[in-house]
């Protein structure tokens, strides 16, 4: 079964720190995007990949930036951390250039201080 | 770009109702319509999914409606059973927009034994 892995459950930082967030996929699957996920508004789309270095934005991208080195590892990066970055964030990958299924990572949960 | 609206926002039925969750998209280039489930604590998974070129797809207790002209979609549950308790999200594919899918808010349901 495919594994979407990020790297911390739980993260505390205080502002103005860097932030990284990474998500890891195990199945060569080529889209691999991050949602935040906040109460009342569902899954926002902040950025995803669909090749190694390529990089789109999503619909809140403000405040994020993406890193796609490697096919299998893709890391949102929060130059400066602020308190409004506090949320759920989740990963995702899908297999194909149609976009279709979702797996989702188990999410890590940022709370800025 | 891509809109989802869902409702409502919270449900709660008595088990062995039946529960209907209602979504619009604004975007008519959209062509796929994926439902995730998210239990407490849980990463959202996929339940059921349905394409443009159809406009009923069902499996076992839950069934999607599309209805292209008017952009909106729906899910079914028949049945409900407590372990169908968990929010459930409605989202949109646009590959014209690149390769993201777009999600709604949410609907929690609660289903009561």
């Known amino acids: 079964d495919v594994k979407v892995t990020q790297s911390s459950r739980y993260l505390v930082k205080r502002t103005g720190e860097k932030v990284f967030l990474e998500c890891v996929q195990d199945?060569?699957?080529?889209?691999m995007f991050w949602y935040r996920q906040d109460p009342g508004l569902g899954l926002r789309l902040i950025y995803f990949?669909?090749?190694?270095?390529?990089?789109e934005k999503g619909d809140i991208p403000e405040g994020y930036s993406v890193s796609r080195e490697k096919k299998e590892r893709f890391s949102l990066i929060l130059e400066s951390a602020s308190t409004n970055q506090t949320s759920m964030y989740l990963c995702?990958?899908?297999?194909?250039?149609?976009?279709?299924?979702?797996?989702f990572g188990s999410g890590t949960q940022l709370s800025v201080l | 770009g891509e809109n989802v609206e869902q409702h409502p926002s919270t449900l709660s039925v008595q088990e062995g109702d039946s529960a209907v969750i209602k979504c619009t998209y604004s975007?008519?280039?959209?062509?796929?319509f994926p439902w995730y489930k998210q239990e407490l604590g849980k990463r959202p998974q996929l339940i059921i999914d349905i394409r443009s070129n159809v406009g009923e797809k069902k499996d076992q207790r839950i069934a999607v409606t599309l209805n292209k002209t008017a952009k909106h979609f729906s899910l079914h549950i028949t049945e409900t059973q407590p372990e169908d308790s968990a929010v459930y999200f409605c989202a949109a594919s646009d590959p014209t927009g690149g390769f993201k899918t777009i999600f709604g808010a949410g609907t929690r349901l609660f289903v009561k034994a």
């Open positions: 995702a990958s899908s297999n194909d250039r149609t976009n279709e299924k979702l797996f």
């Open positions: 199945m060569d699957h080529e889209n």
């Open positions: 975007d008519s280039a959209s062509n796929y």
């Open positions: 990949s669909y090749d190694v270095k390529m990089k």
